[in-house]
């Protein structure tokens, strides 16, 4: 099945307001040339020319929209490649010196069955680097007044990958901060928009994808050894729980994730997982209530995820409209984006911080 097919559903599926119809699994994205693309688009990047990497990383290049989000100096290299100048974002992942995927991180998005496209090319938001990350973002203009926001984040010292696609309703002719309120949004019959989204890269020829049977998360392995294990946060955890969103991969080696909402947004983070020392280890994550005024803030305006390996805690949230003073876990944020690691204490220590 194509993944337009996934995202129109089937074809006698009546969604209610709260339940779209289900999602299909293990759809591909296929870009015409993309295979020759991504070798014309890789080529030109010549990190040693293109970047000075005796200084501290990470490294951009605001001309040639390309970033590299490096944990160190010190070899075998966790490194996030993305270069965003084409249609398509080219994003290469290295971990421990070993490239997972290097292709174009497609995407397909419908609302009320409607397709969207883009109106415009990728634009930078926010480059940022410091000690304990590199954060970038980037966004797209889509049709019908829509808006396709994009986060990739390297913890350095945490030794993760964290990318975010946020799709949002924008005035077409405003600035990027100013989103069109709930009460301009349509409004008949109560309705709110059905969305689905799907993203997908290929993993390279010889990274395996390996579902886990009870659970959502995924691991990656290079031969014996594993690379990576991915957690799709906005999904429940346990398979028993059924949701209308997948994580999967295609018969071609495509990881897809597919996701489905009734409001106003959707968010589709992934947190991947680069740490040897942590393959072992017990793991869990929790989608967490939002409050603010002593309400619960719909998922729609806001989102709050709780990621655990082990002993290691860290807390991401993520407005989804304009920024409120609102609480998740015991935390105040007023922030647009924050990930941190949460400590025995109860306390937060922050590693990137968006206002």
Request: contains cysteine; aromatic residues 8%.
């Amino acid at each position: 099945m194509s993944t337009a097919a996934a995202l129109a559903g089937p074809p006698d599926a009546s969604p209610t307001a709260n339940s779209p119809a289900p999602v299909s699994a293990a759809p591909t994205l296929h870009v015409a040339g993309a295979t020759d693309e991504v070798a014309a688009r890789r080529q030109r990047i010549e990190l040693d020319g293109r970047f000075k990497l005796s200084d501290p990383p990470g490294y951009y290049d605001r001309s040639a929209r390309t970033a590299l989000l490096r944990r160190s100096k010190r070899r075998p290299h966790d490194q996030l490649l993305v270069e965003f100048a084409g249609r398509e974002v080219l994003t290469e992942l290295t971990a421990g010196g070993r490239v997972v995927f290097s292709d174009l991180w497609t995407w397909q998005a419908t609302i009320d069955g409607r397709p969207l496209a883009a109106t415009g090319p990728w634009k930078e938001v926010c480059w940022h680097r410091d000690s304990e990350a590199d954060y970038l973002e980037i966004e797209l203009p889509l049709s019908d007044g829509w808006l396709l926001e994009r986060q990739f984040v390297l913890g350095r010292k945490d030794r993760f990958v964290f990318v975010g696609d946020a799709l949002l309703p924008s005035s077409p002719h405003a600035p990027r901060e100013v989103h069109i309120s709930r009460s301009e949004m349509p409004t008949m019959s109560n309705h709110s928009p059905e969305i689905r989204y799907a993203s997908t890269i290929a993993l390279a020829d010889d990274v395996r994808f390996a579902p886990q049977r009870e659970t959502r998360e995924a691991r990656l392995t290079i031969g014996k050894k594993q690379a990576a294990t991915l957690l799709p946060l906005a999904l429940p955890e346990w398979r028993a729980e059924h949701c209308q969103a997948d994580l999967t991969c295609g018969p071609d080696n495509t990881l897809v994730l597919l996701q489905a909402a009734q409001g106003y947004a959707l968010y589709a983070p992934l947190w991947i997982d680069l740490a040897p020392a942590r393959t072992n280890q017990p793991l869990t994550w929790r989608r967490l209530t939002v409050g603010e005024s002593l309400k619960t803030v719909p998922r729609d305006r806001a989102v709050g995820y709780r990621v655990q390996f082990g002993r290691q805690n860290w807390l991401i949230y993520r407005t989804l409209d304009p920024r409120g003073n609102r609480t998740v876990l015991g935390q105040n944020f007023s922030s647009e984006f924050v990930c941190c690691r949460m400590l025995k204490t109860g306390k937060t220590e922050s590693i990137i911080e968006i206002e």
